[in-house]
C-alpha cells in the first residue's frame, strides 16, 4: 500500500480546500458580520495541516492502484468534512462540534438536511459557506482536485471509479485530467445558466448565486426557512428543470455540448429516468386531485412535479409539506429516494441505471425459467452487461437495503418513531434531505437525539462514497495488499523507496 503518495495527494487537495474557505471570509468582510477571522483561522488550519502532511509524506512514488485509489477518496470525503466543521465551531462555539460536523458531512454529501432552525438569522458569509459545500460536493472533490492538480491524473481513471457516482464513469478523452476538466466545465455551465435563469425571475444576486449551486449539486439548502416555498411559481419551475438537468450524467452533457444529442436520446437510463419523473408526477398529480383541496391545477401540478424532481434529484427541496399529502403520494416519494438520478450525476441514491439493469436481470431471470436453453443477455443503450457487473450491481443494491435496514433499527433505538427513523435512514443514505414525521420538510434536524444524529452523519458520509470506498478503505487498512503476499515484482522495491 503506498500510504505515502496517498497521504502526499491528501496534503495538496486539504491545501486546495483551504482557499475555498477565502471567498466567505472576503465577503464576511464586506458585510462588517464578525466571522472574518474564524474564516481565516479555517482556512490557516486546512493550509497548515497540508503543507505538514505534503513535508512528512513527500514521496515520489505515486503510482496508483484501485487500493490508493479507494482510501484517497475515503480520506478526502472525511478530511473535507472536518475542514467544513470549523467555521461552524469557531462562530458557534465548542457545544456546536456535533452540529457543526453534522451540517459540514450534509453540505458536501449534497443531503440538505439541517440542525440550523432559522437560517435566515444566520451571515451571508456563513450561508455561502453552507451553499459551497454543497458546490464542491456536487461534482466531487476528486474529480476536482483531478483538474486542477496534475499529479492527481496519476491513477486518475481509478480515482474517478471510486469517487463518481454510479456504477462507471465515462473517459470522454484518453487524457483523464482532459475528462475531469469537460466534467466540471459542464457542471459550471450549468450552475451558469441556473444563475442567470434565477437573475431573470427576480432574485437578488446573493439568493440566485446561492440557490444556483445548491440547485446543480443537487443538494437543497436554501438562504430561506421555507425553503423554495417562499418564492414565485417561476422560480420553482426554474429550479425543477435544474433539478431534472442536474440528475442526468453529466458526461451526456458534454457530449450534448459537442453536439451529439444522438447519444442522450439513445441512453436507455435517460429515458427510463425520464419516464419515472413523468409517471410519478402523473400519479401524484391524479391522487392530490382526487382526495385533497387544491388552489389551481397549475399550483398543483407545479408542487407535484417539483417534489418528484426534487426527491428523485435527491435535491431536498420543498414547495409544499409533502408529508401532510395523502398515504399513496408519500409512497410513491418515499420510493423515488431509493432510485435518485443517473448514474455519473450529482444526484445520490442507487441510481436509475441500477434499478434499470436489476429490473431486466429480473426479466431476463422470469424468461429463462421457462425457456432454460435461451440466451437472455442483459443490455443497456445497445450494450450487453457482463454477468460480472449485474452482480456487482445486485450486490450493492443488497448492501443499500442492508445499511438502510441496519441504520432504520439504530435510529428506533435512539427514540425516534417507525416512520420517522426508517424516512431519516433513506434520506441520509439517498442524501435527499428531508423526509417525513419528526424530520420532515417543515423540520431540522436539531430536535434528534445527539447519537441520532451520528448515526445519520455516517449514514450520510456512506452513502455519497456508494458504501464500496468504505468497505475497502476498512478493508484495506486492516489486510496487507494482495502483491506483498504473492511478492509482486517490483512491490518490494517500491516499499524500500518508501521506507527510505
Request: aromatic letters at 8%; a positive charge; charged letters at 15%.
Amino acid at each position: 500500500m503506498n500510504y505515502r503518495g496517498v497521504f502526499y495527494l491528501l496534503a495538496r487537495l486539504l491545501f486546495a480546500l483551504s482557499l475555498a474557505l477565502l471567498p466567505p471570509a472576503a465577503l464576511s468582510r464586506l458585510e462588517g458580520s464578525g466571522e472574518t477571522r474564524a474564516f481565516l483561522i479555517s482556512s490557516a488550519i486546512a493550509a497548515s495541516a497540508g503543507i505538514l502532511l505534503g513535508r512528512i509524506s513527500r514521496t515520489r512514488v505515486l503510482g496508483f492502484e484501485r487500493r490508493e485509489a479507494f482510501l484517497l477518496v475515503a480520506l478526502t470525503w472525511l478530511a473535507a468534512c472536518v475542514v467544513g466543521t470549523l467555521p461552524y465551531v469557531l462562530i458557534k462555539g465548542p457545544a456546536f462540534i456535533v452540529d457543526g460536523l453534522f451540517e459540514s458531512v450534509s453540505g458536501f454529501t449534497t443531503t440538505g438536511a439541517s440542525v440550523i432552525d432559522d437560517i435566515e438569522a444566520e451571515s451571508d458569509a456563513l450561508i455561502l459557506w453552507r451553499s459551497l459545500t454543497q458546490w464542491f460536493g456536487g461534482m466531487g472533490i476528486i474529480v476536482l482536485g483531478i483538474a486542477l492538480l496534475p499529479k492527481l491524473a496519476v491513477g486518475g481513471m481509478q480515482l474517478m471509479d471510486a469517487e463518481t457516482p454510479g456504477p462507471s464513469s465515462e473517459k470522454l478523452t484518453p487524457r483523464i485530467a482532459r475528462s475531469a476538466k469537460l466534467l466540471w466545465g459542464a457542471y459550471f455551465l450549468l450552475t451558469g445558466l441556473a444563475l442567470a435563469a434565477l437573475l431573470l425571475c427576480g432574485l437578488s444576486p446573493f439568493e440566485a448565486v446561492n440557490h444556483a449551486m445548491t440547485t446543480v449539486a443537487t443538494g437543497g439548502f436554501s438562504t430561506r426557512n421555507g425553503s423554495l416555498a417562499e418564492f414565485g411559481g417561476g422560480v420553482q419551475w426554474v429550479v425543477t428543470g435544474f433539478m431534472v438537468l442536474a440528475g442526468v450524467n453529466f458526461a451526456l452533457h458534454v457530449h450534448l455540448l459537442r453536439g451529439r444529442p444522438g447519444r442522450m436520446l439513445r441512453d436507455s437510463e435517460f429515458r427510463f429516468y425520464l419516464l419515472l419523473l413523468g409517471a410519478a408526477t402523473t400519479l401524484v398529480l391524479a391522487d392530490l386531485l382526487l382526495h385533497t383541496t387544491i388552489d389551481s391545477l397549475g399550483s398543483t401540478l407545479r408542487d407535484a412535479a417539483f417534489q418528484v424532481a426534487s426527491l428523485m434529484t435527491t435535491t431536498g427541496f420543498a414547495t409544499a409539506d409533502f408529508d401532510r399529502w395523502p398515504d399513496f403520494s408519500r409512497a410513491i416519494l418515499l420510493m423515488l429516494m431509493f432510485v435518485g438520478g443517473c448514474a455519473g450525476s450529482t444526484s445520490g441514491s442507487m441510481k436509475v441505471v441500477r434499478v434499470l439493469v436489476v429490473l431486466k436481470r429480473f426479466r431476463a431471470d422470469i424468461v429463462r425459467s421457462i425457456r432454460p436453453h435461451g440466451v437472455f443477455p442483459v443490455r443497456v443503450s445497445g450494450q450487453p452487461v457482463e454477468g460480472e457487473i449485474a452482480d456487482q450491481i445486485q450486490t450493492f443494491v443488497l448492501l443499500f437495503v442492508g445499511f438502510f435496514a441496519v441504520g432504520t433499527l439504530a435510529l428506533t433505538m435512539t427514540g425516534l418513531d417507525p416512520i420517522s427513523a426508517l424516512s431519516a435512514a433513506v434520506t441520509s443514505l439517498a442524501n435527499v434531505g428531508p423526509g417525513l414525521a419528526r424530520v420532515g420538510p417543515t423540520h431540522t434536524m436539531s430536535g434528534l437525539p445527539v447519537v441520532s444524529k451520528l448515526i445519520l452523519i455516517s449514514l450520510m458520509i456512506v452513502g455519497r462514497l456508494e458504501l464500496y470506498a468504505v468497505l475497502v478503505s476498512l478493508y484495506l487498512v486492516r489486510s496487507p495488499p494482495a502483491g506483498r503476499r504473492r511478492g509482486r515484482p517490483g512491490f518490494s522495491r517500491a516499499r524500500r523507496r518508501l521506507a527510505g
